[in-house]
């Protein structure tokens, strides 16, 4: 019989917090009264396995169901689709993983072809896990108020984003990404002190992550991580599974049925979770057309089997300290997280690694989702507990727009901040005394499309040729998300300084309509931002001809006149056009065309250097072929 839930349909909507993980995912939350806790199948079992199977029927299903489908359809049933989440069809690893089928050989994402004439991506698949547990959530909570989701702090911006989009895709309102160390942290009450360094050992089912975490005046920074893609549990596995297919009378190396080997990595798994409450499992193993497998194992024998990959974890922690600039004696306090953690053997090793006892008193399996559920409740009763001001992630890329209207993303989305980045930008036209900056928000390549966050303008440069000020832009946001831009002119030190607030007034429902923009745009985007970079790039060689020509027509040789004049028209006719690709060899061609030329142009430098100029000076005045920076438009002065 199941249960009905009755909630109060007054009761304000809760926040959640999820564990999008490799293997199993779970979803947790924080009642009214209460510590916060994760909400358990009709097996009272938190963890769903991270399994989607799509069946011939059309029907997609979910979890523990879609695990027992992964062995009679194994290229259906997408298991550790976390592994593939921003990754490119192309991408190496992708080749590397799993059995499916594979829709395309290339493409921004991978799509794998399944059942049903269907065709999903990671985004998709992750999407089926995250409704599953939305469903259990509201079947439980009734009204959901958003939710936290939690990525490996290693998670780069495509698979951040990826994540960010999958739980879009799953009709949820995500408030946040959060670093699953860092909440592994939260769940244990660590984000109320104000300083800290912590090492997080995470032990799953394929991966081992180890972070080093810095709680820095009650922000949390990730120092260092580290790991192994490909060390966990499952690698404990078939470690003991070799002794069993070995017991059935299997030599090693020798070709087996399918079937043996899943049973055998089956018992596997359940005598080493036995073996974590116990010193010695009975097991009997059913085999297919002979006797059941009668195993006595010991917990020594089962160390003994996984001690060399448990030292494994060891090489990796030691590195991340290093990269840390620390030592284990260093350390406040180390976090176990992942089911693995739960093997004694494991224990022992990390308390004996780092020279203390590890945090274990919260489940392993179920920190991280405990400590996601928390930021949700944070986040939702804004400012309850303005303490803990934690490590946050760009909304929208934060960039400067440059000559043609075309976006220079400084900062992209998805960053962590508090976050700097600098980048170096050049003059276009000779003499440019000024720069107008204009500072955006945004996905879109061209700047009219994106959100304008200021304008300024830097003025009082001493005239140059074109290309050679160099105006470095630097972009500072802070934990309160706080943009700070300054520029700096190099040569003259000639600097000045704004402040914008990038996040106000710029609700979520905005951010989701720029990006649904900015999917249906990417194409157009793309050939947009091609075309009118050629076309900067084509004015700036053509300026930079004509004055070359007009000032040194007597180093010209016979007839070359001609031809750079006919190489100039083609390519002034073509910048009117919309082919970018024939702009560009038409730059090409005058390139080439005028090289000759601008040889003799240097010779002639070189020799004036010899005579009592330094070569520091020539090598500017020469070596302007091709635009290294970006170009600024000029500004109100030049
Ligand atoms: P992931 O982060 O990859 O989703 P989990 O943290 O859920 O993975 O860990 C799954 C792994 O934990 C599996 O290999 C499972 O066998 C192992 N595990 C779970 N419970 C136990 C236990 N009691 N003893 C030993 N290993 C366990
Ligand atoms: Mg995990």
Redesign the pocket.
């Known amino acids: 019989m199941s249960l009905l839930h009755i909630h109060d349909p007054l009761a304000a909507p809760r926040p959640i917090g999820i564990?999008l993980?490799?293997?199993?995912?779970l979803v947790a939350y924080v009642p009214l009264l209460g510590e916060a806790t994760t909400l358990l199948d009709c097996d009272n079992d938190p963890?769903l396995p991270?399994v989607v199977c799509y069946r011939a029927d059309g029907a997609t299903v979910v979890g523990k169901e879609a695990k027992r489908l992964a062995q009679d359809f194994p290229q259906d049933t997408i298991v550790s689709v976390k592994r593939f989440m921003g990754r490119g069809a192309d991408d190496p690893e992708t080749k590397r993983l799993g059995p499916y089928r594979f829709a395309t050989s290339d493409g921004p994402v991978v799509k794998f072809a399944v059942a049903g004439d269907r065709v999903v991506n990671p985004i998709e698949v992750s999407a089926e896990i995250l409704r599953a547990l939305k469903q259990k959530a509201e079947d439980e909570l009734g009204e959901l108020g958003g939710a936290v989701i939690t990525v490996p702090a290693y998670f780069d911006d495509a698979q951040r984003q990826a994540t960010k989009d999958a739980g879009r895709l799953a009709g949820l309102e995500v408030l946040r990404l959060l670093n699953e160390p860092t909440a592994a942290a939260l769940a244990y009450g660590l984000g109320t002190k104000q300083n800290g360094t912590f090492a997080v050992y995470?032990?799953?089912?394929?991966?081992f992550d180890v972070t080093i975490l810095v709680l820095d005046e009650g922000v949390f920074q990730v120092r260092s991580t580290g790991g192994d893609s490909q060390l966990?549990?499952?690698d404990?596995?078939r470690a003991l599974a070799e002794r069993f297919v070995r017991a059935m009378g299997f030599s090693q190396g020798a070709e087996l049925p399918a079937g043996h080997v899943r049973i055998a990595l089956d018992a596997a798994?359940a005598v080493?979770?036995a073996?974590?409450?116990q010193d010695v499992v009975d097991a009997e193993i059913e085999v297919p057309g002979s006797q059941p497998l009668l195993q006595r194992v010991t917990r020594d024998e089962l160390d003994v089997l996984i001690k060399p990959l448990v030292e494994r974890t060891g090489v990796a922690c030691r590195r991340a300290l290093r990269d840390a600039g620390l030592s284990a004696k260093d350390l406040d306090g180390v976090i176990l997280?992942?089911?693995?953690t739960?093997?004694p053997l494991v224990r022992r090793y990390v308390a004996e690694l780092f020279g203390r006892e590890p945090l274990t008193s919260i489940d392993?399996?179920q920190v991280v989702a405990i400590g996601a559920a928390i930021q949700a409740d944070l986040l939702a009763g804004q400012g309850k507990n303005d303490a803990v001001l934690l490590l946050d992630v760009l909304p929208l890329s934060l960039g400067i727009e440059a000559m043609g209207g075309v976006v220079e993303k400084i900062l992209p989305r998805n960053t962590a901040i508090p976050a700097s980045a600098a980048q170096v930008f050049t003059t276009y036209a000779d003499n440019q005394t000024g720069f107008v900056l204009h500072v955006v928000q945004g996905e879109r390549e061209m700047a009219e499309a994106c959100r304008s966050l200021a304008r300024f303008t830097l003025k009082g440069i001493p005239p140059m040729p074109a290309g050679m000020a160099r105006l470095s832009v630097r972009f500072d946001v802070d934990a309160d998300g706080i943009l700070k831009v300054s520029a700096q002119e190099e040569t003259t030190g000639i600097k000045q300084e704004v402040e914008v607030k990038p996040s106000y007034g710029l609700g979520d429902a905005e951010i989701e309509r720029m990006l649904l923009d900015a999917y249906d745009h990417a194409d157009n985007d793309v050939s947009l931002r091609a075309l009118r970079q050629e076309q900067v790039e084509a004015e700036r060689i053509i300026l930079a001809t004509v004055s070359a020509v007009a000032s040194d027509a007597a180093l010209l040789a016979a007839g070359e006149r001609e031809a750079i004049d006919a190489a100039l028209q083609a390519l002034k006719q073509a910048a009117q056009g919309k082919d970018h690709r024939r702009i560009h060899d038409l730059i090409d061609q005058l390139d080439r065309i005028c090289k000759p030329f601008a040889g003799r142009r240097m010779d002639r430098s070189i020799a004036r250097a010899l005579s009592g100029r330094s070569l520091h000076d020539v090598e500017r005045e020469t070596s302007h072929a091709r635009g290294i920076e970006p170009h600024l438009r000029p500004g109100a002065e030049s």
Not at 337 to 340: D, K, L, Q, T, Y
């Open positions: 564990d993980g490799t293997t199993n995912s963890l991270s995470d032990l799953g089912g394929g991966t966990g549990g499952d404990m596995d798994r080493k979770h073996l974590t409450e997280v992942g089911g693995s739960r093997v392993p399996d």
